[in-house]
């Protein structure tokens, strides 16, 4: 049962043939983007907030289940705005998940309402917290960053899977130790790599502070330009104290995110001795045919430009 004026506002979305469908004003990742109208597919439904979920559960899910993503490549998931397409997908959905941690704010003003089975993927992890500006306290949402959460990620979408489809729950909980095992290798290799640098240059310094979980994970010292996605540029004194730390632990390569612009930290860059390492991803995937399809290719492309930058075996990579 749906309630209150999120009620409404689901109704009016279940009755109205005008605007556009789920697909065109959302859309998937790869498979994932099939939507609730598909024709003779009578599988269950997963509903995940973005992308990286949707491919984290198409991997545990296997063919058992259809997942579908709200957002689709690509898109700005702190300040998504729900569309009514959306809403009526939410309200139809088997099971929805999100990461949690504050990340879908705007996700969970209408997710409580629906009768729905609802489960945060991220229940679990040893949450950091964001250490400074206007958000300090604040859980950081981004732990999917570290293959080492992706694996309790997938563990709690397998017991989810399970108990939404109690005949397949022994396929779930195989799907999910398989996969683990492969964030497991990316861990290990990241790690291992990484253990030839001198202490000191164990860093990791990037735009924005998203890879809290991956710097912890790894042994990597953070630094970053600004904590959250900025919404205006960096200041004089971000610059300044990124600068420094380069500067004082002769950091040998800064990177910086997909999302935005790398004009601050081509500043260090032209301040310090440092190299720009390239670009990394962490919000969304990209299109099939793109650098980061999968979350496994997201992750591993990130550990690989993080790898050679830091140790000199081909920086600028990715950039």
């Known amino acids: 049962m749906v309630t209150g004026a999120v009620g409404v506002v689901v109704g009016l979305a279940l009755a109205s043939c005008a ?8 859309g998937g990742s790869g498979a994932s983007g099939a939507s609730a109208a598909s024709g003779g597919d009578e599988r269950p439904v997963v509903l995940t907030t973005f992308t990286v979920l949707a491919d984290i559960a ?5 063919d058992h289940l259809r997942v579908e993503s709200i957002t689709k490549p690509g898109a700005e998931i702190h300040h998504y705005e729900p569309t009514p397409s959306d809403i009526r997908r939410a309200a139809e959905a088997d099971l929805i998940l999100d990461n949690g941690l504050n990340l879908e704010l705007w996700f969970e003003r209408f997710v409580a309402d629906l009768d729905v ?7 679990g992890v040893e949450v950091m917290s964001i250490a400074e500006d206007a958000y300090a306290g604040l859980p950081n949402p981004h732990a999917w960053m570290s293959p080492l959460n992706v694996r309790l990620y997938a563990d709690t979408m ?8 109690p005949e397949h729950a022994d396929d779930y909980a195989a799907n999910a130790e398989s996969y683990g095992a492969q964030l497991q290798e990316v861990h290990d290799e990241l790690v291992s790599e990484l253990a030839v ?18 710097a912890r994970d790894a042994g990597l010292t953070e630094q970053y330009i600004w904590a959250v996605n900025a ?27 997909s999302t935005v612009s790398d004009k601050p930290m081509q500043q260090v860059v032209e301040a310090t001795d440092a190299e720009f390492g390239g670009v990394l991803y962490v919000d969304s995937l990209s299109e099939p045919g793109g650098p980061v399809p999968t979350y496994l290719d997201l992750i591993r492309h990130d550990v690989d430009v993080i790898v050679a930058a830091l140790t000199g075996d081909g920086a600028g990579a990715g950039s």
């Not at 001198?198 to 991956?214: I, K």
């Not at 730390?245 to 910086?256: G, L, T």
């Open 19 to 26: 605007g556009p469908t789920g697909d065109e004003a959302s």
């Open 231 to 257: 919404e205006q540029q960096a200041t004089p004194q971000q610059i300044a104290a990124t600068i420094e730390f380069v500067r004082a632990n002769d950091v040998p390569a800064v990177f910086c995110e």
């Open 197 to 214: 640098l001198p202490e000191r240059q164990r860093a990791l310094v990037t735009c924005e502070g998203a890879f809290s979980y991956l």
């Open 58 to 62: 198409e991997n545990v899910a296997g």
């Open 158 to 165: 397998a017991e989810a899977f399970g108990e939404l489809d």
């Open 117 to 123: 089975p609802h489960v945060v993927v991220s229940d």
